[in-house]
C-alpha cells in the first residue's frame, strides 16, 4: 500500500485528497493541516441569523470543476443561482449600473457603455477607434492595463476593467498578467485587429444559453461544499498539525509530523509555507518571490429602513482608491434569496488591495467606523449597523505579474526534477477563484499517482 501525504486541508488540499482515493484506492491518504479546522479560506459561519460567507460566496459555473465536484458529492440538487444578475461601478461619487454587453470589463456594445454614464462621451470616442483598428496580435504576456490602455483607452481601463478583474485579484491591473488573471481577454488580443470586435464574438459563443447562471452556490453557503468534500475523503485529516519539514529518505519522503514515510507527498499550502518546505530545490526561491495582499472582509447587519438605496443589485465596485477604503460591497440579502429579509440587511464589505494596505492596520471598531462614514456616502446608510463581523485573511491573495504562467511551468518542472514524487499546487499557482483551485487540486493528484 503505497502513503501519499497532502500538506493543507483547503480547497486545494481537500480536492487533491479526494482524486487521490479515486486514482489509488489503495492508498493511505493523510491530510495534515496547521489550523484547527479544514476549508482554508473558504468558511462559513452564523451571522444575524443566517449562514453567511466569510470568503468566497460563489463559483463561476462556466469553469465546470466546481459544478462537476458538487454533483459528484450530491449537491447538485442543492445548487442556486444569485437573484440578482447586475451589479454597480462607483465612479465619480455614483453608483452606476455595470452594462451586460461586456467581458471582463471590455464593452462589447459601445452604446450601451455610454448610456451607462460609467465612461465619459471623450472616452467612449476613444473605445470607438478600436472597431477600425489594426492591432497586431498580442504575443507572449504583458500587464492587463497596458494591453487595455492602448486599444480601448486609460478611462475604459481604468472605470472598468480594473475595478472587475482588480477586484477579483485584490490587485492592480497595471501590474497584472493578462494571460494569468484574464485568458479570455488574452485569447481576444491574441486575434489582434479590434478588441471590442473579438471580445463580442467571445461572449456571444459562451452566452448561447442565456438562462445558465453566471454563479452558483450551495443554498447553505461555500462552506456546505467544505462539509461535504471533508465527508467524502478517504482519508485522516490531521488538523492542528503543521508540517515543518520535509526530507528525502531514499525513494521516500519523510515528515516531522508523521514518523512514518510517503510515497508521494502533495503541497498545497500558501506560496511561502510550501517554500519552506522545499529544501535546497530553485523552487523555494520562485515561490517565496511571488507577491502576497491581504484583505479584510467585513460583513455588517443593518436595518432595512436605515439604508436610502434600492439595493436592486448584487453589489458594487469602487475605481481607484481614492474613494477610501471600500474596495467592493455585496449586497448579500439581495444577492441571494436564502439571505433574504424584509427588515435586515446583510453586506459584506472587502477592503485591501495591492497597493493599498491601511484597512489591515485599523482594529476592528476603526475598521467598522470608516466603513460605516463610507456608507453612508455610498448607499445613503444612516446609522449604525447591529451586528458587524470582521474577517481577516492575511497574505490570502497572490499577485500574478507578467510572466507567471511560465513561471510556474518553471517551478513545477523544477520541482519534479529535484524532488521526484512531490508536487506542488494551490492559489500561488493555477489561479485562487474556487473552480481553479478545485481543478489543479485533482489534475495534481491524478498527474502525481495516475
Not at 491518504?29 to 476549508?39: M, T
Not at 465612479?91 to 460609467?118: F, H, N, W, Y
Not at 452558483?216 to 467544505?226: C, F, Q, S, T, Y
Not at 526561491?285 to 507577491?291: K, N
Amino acid at each position: 500500500m503505497r502513503r501519499v501525504a497532502v500538506i493543507g486541508a483547503g480547497l486545494t488540499g481537500l480536492s487533491a485528497a479526494y482524486e487521490a482515493n479515486r486514482v489509488a484506492p489503495d492508498a493511505e491518504v493523510v491530510v495534515f493541516e496547521a489550523s484547527d479546522r479544514p476549508g482554508g479560506r473558504v468558511r462559513t459561519t452564523a451571522f444575524a441569523g443566517h449562514l453567511v460567507d466569510e470568503g468566497a460566496d460563489a463559483f463561476l459555473v462556466r469553469v465546470p470543476d466546481a459544478v462537476e465536484l458538487c454533483e459528484e458529492l450530491g449537491l447538485g440538487d442543492e445548487l442556486v443561482a444569485p437573484a440578482q444578475r447586475t451589479a454597480f461601478i462607483r465612479v465619480d461619487g455614483k453608483l452606476r449600473r455595470l452594462p451586460s454587453e461586456q467581458l471582463l470589463g471590455v464593452p462589447t456594445d459601445l452604446d450601451a457603455l455610454a448610456a451607462s454614464g460609467i465612461v465619459t462621451a471623450a472616452g467612449v470616442e476613444v473605445a470607438r477607434r478600436d472597431l477600425e483598428a489594426a492591432h497586431e496580435p498580442l504575443r507572449g504576456d504583458a500587464p492587463i492595463g497596458e494591453v487595455i490602455r492602448e486599444r480601448l483607452g486609460d478611462e475604459v481601463h481604468e472605470r472598468l476593467v480594473a475595478p472587475l478583474i482588480g477586484g477579483i485579484n485584490a490587485g492592480d491591473a497595471d501590474h497584472l498578467s493578462i494571460r494569468a488573471c484574464a485568458p479570455q481577454l488574452a485569447a481576444a488580443a491574441e486575434q489582434g485587429g479590434s478588441l471590442v470586435a473579438a471580445a463580442a464574438r467571445m461572449r456571444a459563443r459562451s452566452s448561447a444559453d442565456p438562462s445558465r447562471p453566471v454563479f452558483n452556490a450551495p443554498r447553505g453557503g461555500m462552506g456546505v461544499v467544505i462539509d461535504r468534500l471533508t465527508k467524502a475523503v478517504e482519508a485522516e485529516i490531521r488538523t492542528s498539525t503543521p508540517v515543518r519539514s520535509l526530507q528525502r529518505d531514499g525513494t521516500r519522503w519523510t515528515l516531522d509530523a508523521d514518523p512514518e514515510p510517503f510515497d508521494r507527498v502533495i503541497v498545497t499550502t500558501p506560496a511561502p509555507v510550501a517554500a519552506s518546505l522545499l529544501g535546497r530545490s530553485e523552487a523555494t526561491g520562485l515561490l517565496a518571490a511571488i507577491p502576497l495582499v491581504s484583505v479584510v472582509m467585513t460583513t455588517l447587519a443593518v436595518r432595512r429602513e436605515r439604508i436610502d438605496h434600492p439595493l436592486d443589485g448584487s453589489g458594487f465596485l469602487v475605481v481607484g482608491p481614492a474613494e477610501g477604503i471600500i474596495t467592493a460591497c455585496s449586497f448579500s440579502s439581495s444577492k441571494w434569496d436564502h439571505l433574504s429579509n424584509p427588515d435586515n440587511v446583510v453586506l459584506r464589505v472587502s477592503a485591501g488591495r495591492d497597493g493599498d494596505q491601511q484597512a489591515l492596520s485599523m482594529s476592528d471598531a476603526e475598521l467598522t467606523r470608516t466603513i460605516e462614514a463610507e456608507l453612508a456616502d455610498m448607499i445613503g446608510m444612516h446609522g449604525q449597523a447591529s451586528e458587524v463581523r470582521v474577517t481577516r485573511w492575511v497574505d490570502a491573495f497572490p499577485q500574478y505579474r507578467p510572466g507567471h504562467v511560465e513561471l510556474v511551468a518553471e517551478i513545477e518542472a523544477t520541482v519534479s526534477s529535484d524532488l521526484p514524487g512531490v508536487a506542488v499546487a494551490g492559489a500561488a499557482m493555477h489561479g485562487l477563484g474556487v473552480p481553479a483551485c478545485i481543478g489543479q487540486g485533482r489534475m495534481t493528484a491524478r498527474a502525481l499517482l495516475g
